[in-house]
């Protein structure tokens, strides 16, 4: 078996639904279903008996120990974390609890886990850490993209956090041997992402009817990445990931803020037009820019695809009206996330 972290979240769901979609072996699912945990993702594995859930927490090392024993797991892939940058500006306490102390304590399960097994199990366990580019830090307009040996300059309690979990996992292959393999994404987007990063958000509130808010001047830019290519290369890093190496992981695709969300806008006037005949456009508002906000990220993908041949399949342009249909075809997704926590959010964020 495999032991997935955060399997009810946005790329947890989607990684845990494509790996048994392509006959992987059983998953253990452990997430403490914060409000970014939603087992409604993975209503499609109802009974099947290949998908075991666990609500718990990774710092919880008597659970994960009991888990990576029980279950003799082979590999642990760990994408739980605290993942919302305006969150953790907000409070940045649990984003330490979970990405430093809780990575640490997942490291320590694993380490007492692995020393147990011998021959090819001990050869054959992975510690897959799932990690971001905003570890880097900010880009110049014409700087080249973040390579693997790039400085670590993490600029937002969320990437200082990562940047930490990094450094542990790292060290618990230099120190220990650990046989980890780190990777380093740029922003996704796609099916079950929860509306508070800016492609669900925008979406939805076109649909709502409200302002699509642009922090600053739009002009930061992303490289986004469709979620199931970041699945593919996750699988490709696990199956031939050499230990101790970090692969960086990126769509090629740079935009600023504004014309994704103009982009949004015309394919939604394209494929659910406004009532009154209006561009959804004309929802666009500016609003103040998020403190110590990231200009510019880019990943250079270039030894993924070289040593363990990966790329990505979609373009931004297919991705990204995949997506708008996705949200569009699972309003009742949408319509359950979006009550509870999250309007609390919403309000206190921009109020
Ligand atoms: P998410 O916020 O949608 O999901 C996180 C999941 O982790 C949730 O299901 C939550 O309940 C769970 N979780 C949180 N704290 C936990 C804890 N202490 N114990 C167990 N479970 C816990 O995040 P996401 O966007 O799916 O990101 C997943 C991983 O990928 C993160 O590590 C993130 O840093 C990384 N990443 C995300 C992106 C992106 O664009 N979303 C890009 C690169 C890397
Ligand atoms: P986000 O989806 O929060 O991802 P990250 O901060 O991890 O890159 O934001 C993507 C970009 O969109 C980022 O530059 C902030 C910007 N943004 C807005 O302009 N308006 C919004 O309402 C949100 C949520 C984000």
């Not at 300059?153 to 940047?163: L, R, T």
């Not at 990204?320 to 309007?343: E, K, P």
């Amino acid at each position: 078996m495999i032991l997935v972290t955060g399997g009810a979240g946005f790329i947890g769901s989607n990684f845990v639904l494509e790996w048994l979609a392509g006959g992987g072996e059983p998953v253990v699912n452990l997430d403490k279903l914060t409000y970014a945990g939603n087992l409604a993702n993975l209503a499609s594995l109802e009974g099947d008996v290949r998908h075991r859930f666990v609500h718990g927490d990774i710092g919880d090392r008597d659970l994960v120990e009991r888990l990576l024993a029980e279950h003799g797991v082979r590999a642990i892939v760990h994408f739980a974390a605290e993942s919302h940058v305006d969150r953790s500006i907000h409070g940045p306490e649990d984003f330490v609890a979970t990405n430093v102390v809780g990575t640490f304590r997942l490291l320590e399960a694993a380490r007492k886990h692995w020393g147990g097994l011998t021959g090819r199990d001990r050869d054959a366990f992975r510690f897959l850490h799932v990690s971001t580019d905003e570890v880097y830090g900010s880009l110049g307009p014409q700087d080249p993209a973040f390579a693997e040996a790039n400085q670590y300059q993490p600029n937002s309690p969320y990437s200082a956090s990562k940047a930490a979990s990094d450094h542990l996992v790292r060290s618990y292959h230099h120190t220990y041997g650990l046989p980890v393999v780190t990777t380093n994404c740029s922003n996704n987007y796609g099916p079950f992402q929860f509306p508070e990063k800016l492609i669900p958000l925008v979406i939805h509130n076109a649909l709502a009817g409200k302002p699509l808010p642009i922090y600053g001047d739009g002009m930061q830019i992303r490289d986004w990445l469709y979620v199931g290519d970041h699945c593919a290369a996750i699988r490709r890093a696990l199956a031939a990931g050499v230990p101790g190496e970090v692969y960086n992981i990126g769509g090629n695709s740079e935009k600023p803020n504004l014309e994704v969300v103009q982009t949004l806008c015309a394919i939604l006037d394209d494929e659910r037009p406004r009532a009154d005949g209006g561009p959804y456009a004309d929802q666009i508002t500016y609003v103040t820019d998020r403190p110590g906000h990231d200009r510019r990220y880019a990943i250079d993908a270039r030894k993924i695809a070289r040593d363990l041949g990966w790329q990505p399949a979609e373009t931004f342009a297919t991705g990204i009206r995949r997506t708008v249909r996705w949200y569009l075809d699972h309003q009742d997704w949408v319509a359950n996330v979006t009550s509870g926590a999250y309007r609390e959010w919403v309000q206190k964020h921009y109020a």
